[in-house]
């Protein structure tokens, strides 16, 4: 295994408060065993999200310091435009405040009721902003993607018969655009490779449909591009960014994940016309086109991240942390999803807890459990979040899989850190046995995860 060797030194430290497993306990109850329901301050290492949550260099902070926040024309915008361009190649740049906000102006430009928008897997925002709508959100990823085993180096790809057949099926006038997540999140943060891009761009021009990317971890696929497609090795990784973005028209862009900040998203495209009712749109509800909802020195931490995200040494130990991770619990015998993902490692809740039915949440319960033994957090990706109740007969239809999602945040966890959330896992996985059911006992009627409480089944299986 190789360890990852962090290519940055710590200058400035936030203190961690360690916490007792009494006290986890105690919290984990009061919360109705929902874990975004705890402090964040009792949580000793937070693998919730890596969305937000990376540190900022001494660039990007410097950078803040020199944020312009005239109402129009900051200097700032204009940097972080050349920025994107320079990356990314579209005409048009308009920042938002996050990603959501780019899917919502994309989406609410060019969808109307009846249409369909075709991608890998929808990431549950870009899914809700286009069913919003009234449009269908389409998943045409290879059927490898829902095999937990199946270790193919170009997980995220597209399935180019199916999404003829959906373009057949449907029309071309129903579908205004076709989208690729890379890296695809819902399928396990795995990357498309650029043959499948420069494949599917092929297949769209064919109907004349545009293309375009939900470009948040835009990096780490070029990263793994270079990795592990032929011909890439040499290149540099902006090179490989700047061919990937040239097949596409436009993309939607998180900077929470590759943007390394902590709040920005933006959306560039090529389209003058969709440009100029999408920045209309944009003075109504984000801000002036030249701060889209963001303040000018978040513009200019943006502007840095881009380009620091690029660099090769970091990119290369932010892939090899999650992998390090990913290998020693691989080793442990701990049950996890193959291959190992560019942003997070996901634990197999059915194998790791095979006592607990899909009934009794068997992902939200060893979230739980980890919390409450290690002070560790991750999320629940299982029944939780999207098991459903059949609109007919009510009944409760569980998803295929159960996962708890370890996301590693970018530049925070130092190695020893992250080997001691491989080490309590190992132990926890060793007493897997002590690990209860839980009951639902409250769920909102949307987005049910967020607020959902519980109750733990402890005399069933002590
Ligand atoms: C693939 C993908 N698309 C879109 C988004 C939405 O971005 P934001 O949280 O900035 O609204 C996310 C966030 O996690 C994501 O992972």
């Known amino acids: 295994m190789k360890f990852p060797s962090e290519p940055f030194k710590i200058k400035v430290v936030e203190p961690i408060r360690r916490t007792t497993r009494e006290e986890r306990d105690r919290l984990l109850r009061h919360a109705g065993y929902n874990l975004f329901q705890v402090p964040a301050d009792s949580v000793y290492v937070d693998?919730?999200?890596?969305?937000?949550?990376?540190?900022?260099?001494?660039?990007?902070?410097?950078?803040?310091?020199?944020?312009?926040?005239?109402?129009?024309?900051?200097?700032?915008?204009?940097?972080?435009?050349?920025?994107?361009?320079?990356?990314?190649?579209?005409?048009?740049?308009?920042?938002?405040?996050?990603?959501?906000?780019?899917?919502?102006?994309?989406?609410?430009?060019?969808?109307?009721?009846?249409?369909?928008?075709?991608?890998?897997?929808?990431f549950d925002t870009t899914r809700a902003n286009v069913e919003h709508q009234g449009a269908e959100a389409l998943d045409v990823v290879i059927k490898e993607a829902y095999d937990p085993h199946c270790d193919v180096p170009f997980k995220g790809n597209m399935d180019l018969l199916r999404?003829?057949?959906?373009?057949?099926r449907i029309g071309r006038d129903r579908i205004p655009l076709v989208m690729i997540t890379i890296t695809n999140n819902s399928g396990g943060g795995q990357p498309v490779s650029m043959a499948n891009i420069r494949e599917t761009r092929a297949l769209v021009n064919r109907?004349?449909?545009?293309?375009?990317?939900?470009?948040?971890?835009?990096?780490?696929?070029?990263?793994?591009?270079?990795?592990?497609?032929?011909?890439?090795?040499?290149?540099?990784?902006?090179?490989?960014?700047?061919?990937?973005?040239?097949?596409?028209?436009?993309?939607?862009?998180?900077?929470?994940?590759d943007g390394l900040v902590n709040i920005g998203g933006f959306l560039s495209l090529n389209n003058d016309q969709w440009a100029q009712d999408i920045t209309n749109l944009l003075i109504l509800v984000e801000g002036f086109p030249t701060y889209g909802g963001l303040a000018g020195r978040d513009l200019e931490a943006m502007a840095r991240g881009l380009r620091e995200v690029l660099d090769e040494d970091y990119l290369s130990f932010r892939i090899g942390q999650v992998r390090y991770l990913g290998e020693l619990l691989d080793q442990g015998g701990v049950p996890i999803v193959k291959p190992i993902g560019g942003h997070a490692v996901y634990l197999n809740a059915k194998e790791f807890l095979p006592h607990i039915p899909a009934s009794q949440f068997p992902a939200q319960a060893l979230a739980c459990a980890l919390f409450r033994e290690y002070g560790i957090r991750g999320v629940e990706i299982g029944a939780v979040m999207f098991g459903k109740h059949d609109a007919v007969t009510g009944q409760v239809m569980y998803p295929e899989l159960e996962m708890v999602r370890l996301a590693i945040p970018r530049r925070v966890y130092t190695n020893m850190q992250i080997t001691y959330v491989a080490e309590s896992?190992?132990?926890?996985?060793?007493?897997?046995?002590?690990?209860?059911?839980?009951?639902?006992?409250?769920?909102?009627?949307?987005?049910?995860?967020?607020?959902?409480?519980?109750?733990?089944?402890?005399?069933?299986?002590?």
């Open 163 to 168: 999404l003829e057949h959906a373009i057949n």
């Open 207 to 257: 109907y004349g449909i545009p293309l375009f990317f939900d470009a948040c971890r835009f990096a780490e696929n070029c990263f793994f591009i270079k990795e592990r497609e032929a011909g890439y090795a040499e290149k540099p990784v902006i090179d490989i960014a700047r061919e990937l973005f040239g097949y596409g028209d436009g993309c939607t862009m998180s900077a929470k994940k």
């Open 47 to 122: 693998l919730l999200t890596d969305s937000g949550t990376s540190a900022m260099s001494d660039n990007q902070w410097a950078g803040m310091m020199l944020g312009d926040e005239s109402y129009a024309g900051s200097k700032n915008y204009f940097h972080f435009e050349e920025v994107v361009r320079s990356i990314f190649g579209y005409q048009h740049v308009i920042p938002t405040h996050q990603g959501r906000m780019a899917e919502n102006l994309l989406f609410s430009t060019v969808l109307k009721p009846g249409m369909c928008v075709p991608n890998n897997i929808h």
């Open 425 to 462: 896992i190992i132990a926890l996985y060793q007493q897997r046995g002590m690990i209860n059911g839980l009951k639902m006992v409250y769920e909102a009627p949307t987005l049910r995860h967020f607020t959902a409480r519980f109750d733990e089944l402890v005399l069933l299986h002590t």
